[in-house]
Structures are given as structure tokens and as C-alpha cells.
């Protein structure tokens, strides 16, 4: 018996390591818009929030638009972006076997869908949730709730792959179970398939 019914993931810093685009799309916002301190971006929180963590919350709004098309235009122009290794094999597994497979990101549509174009991520997913959807970002649960509604399930039926603090945190306060993706990680890992059988236990005493 399946411990899980579906499977959700995050997207940036997730299926993919995307972190340099965005680091580059923060710093080039700042220099367009004449803030001279450091800028970082805050993993899993959102454009808006992120700035506004940065002290720029009266041009939050202004500055997340603008990075988000600092992001789209990187993204346009680089010409080989790939999931993390094992990814696909891990879908193709999951579609075998019949679990359900969702997205959560805080990102907005029009990211993911740049994004899913260079990677071919079309129809992997049974359901899909941006950050334009919800009125509160991880590490709010309310992201993760819509997509278990979406996929018709409950939290305790998921399992989730999620890299930040925030998203972890968002995926547990839903009442879903998470795995970590940490820099190197690699999907096809065998502990994966053990833990969606057996419970995230099996993940961590393989680890």
C-alpha cells in the first residue's frame, strides 16, 4: 500500500537550481533603480516580500515587477537550462505507478511558464498553483492548501520536495511531509522511492 497519493513540488531551487538568474535579477533591479546597499533575495518568500525583508517595502510592488522581468529576460537568453539531475526519471516513476504530481511555487504564472518552455515541464503536472493565486506566500500554508485541494487530496497524503525555510515551513504547517533539496541533490537518489513507499523516514536513514 502507497503511503502517499500524490506529489508536490516547488520550482525555483527545487526542480530547478535557478538561484544565480534571480541573484543577478535582484542586483540588476537595484542598479536600475539606484539603490546602492547589498540586495538579497529571500529563498521561497516571494518578489514582494523579498523586498520588502530588504527595506524597500513603499517600492516592494514597483521592484518585483521589474526583477520578475530582469528574471524572464535571463531566463529567455539562456540557451541550456535543465531540472536537477533525476527529475524526469522521477516522474516518469510517479506517472507508472499513478500518483498524482502538483506544482507550488510562489513564483508568478508567467515564470513557470518560461521556465517549463526551455525545460519541456508541459503535462507533467495534474495541478499547478502560482503566487498570484493565494493572498498569502510561504511560509503561509495557504499556497499549499489550494494545491492539495486542487489535486483532491489531503495534506497527509503528500509528499513534498521543497529547497527554502519558507516553503518547508509552508508544507508543514498544511500538514504535508517534505523532503529537503539541498545544492546537490539528486532525484533519482534511492531513498526517494523507499520513502514513497515506506514514510519520510526511510529518506532519512539513507541520507
Not at 533539496?181 to 526511510?202: A, C, I, Y
Request: proline share 3%; aromatic share 10%; with cysteine.
Amino acid at each position: 500500500m502507497k503511503k502517499y497519493s500524490a506529489v508536490i513540488f516547488d520550482l525555483d531551487g527545487t526542480i530547478v537550481d535557478d538561484e544565480r538568474f534571480w541573484h543577478t535579477a535582484f542586483q540588476n533591479t537595484a542598479k536600475n533603480k539606484g539603490i546602492e546597499k547589498q540586495i538579497k533575495p529571500v529563498a521561497g518568500r516571494g518578489l514582494k516580500d523579498s523586498w520588502k525583508i530588504n527595506g524597500e517595502s513603499e517600492r516592494a510592488e514597483e521592484l518585483a515587477i521589474e526583477t520578475r522581468l530582469e528574471f524572464l529576460e535571463l531566463v529567455e537568453n539562456e540557451a541550456n537550462i535543465e531540472p536537477r539531475e533525476g527529475f524526469f526519471n522521477l516522474v516518469e516513476y510517479l506517472k507508472e505507478k499513478g500518483y498524482l504530481i502538483g506544482l507550488c511555487t510562489s513564483s508568478h504564472w508567467e515564470v513557470f511558464d518560461s521556465l517549463s518552455e526551455k525545460m519541456n515541464l508541459s503535462g507533467i503536472f495534474d495541478a499547478i498553483t502560482t503566487g498570484e493565486e493565494v493572498l498569502l506566500l510561504k511560509p503561509d500554508p495557504e499556497i499549499y492548501r489550494l494545491t492539495c485541494q486542487k489535486l483532491g487530496v489531503e495534506p497527509e497524503e503528500c509528499l513534498v520536495f521543497e529547497d527554502s525555510e519558507a516553503g518547508i515551513d509552508s508544507a508543514k504547517a498544511c500538514g504535508c511531509e517534505v523532503i529537503k533539496v539541498g545544492d546537490e541533490f539528486d532525484f533519482s537518489n534511492p531513498g526517494v522511492l523507499n520513502t514513497l513507499g515506506q514514510g519520510l523516514e526511510s529518506f532519512q536513514q539513507t541520507t
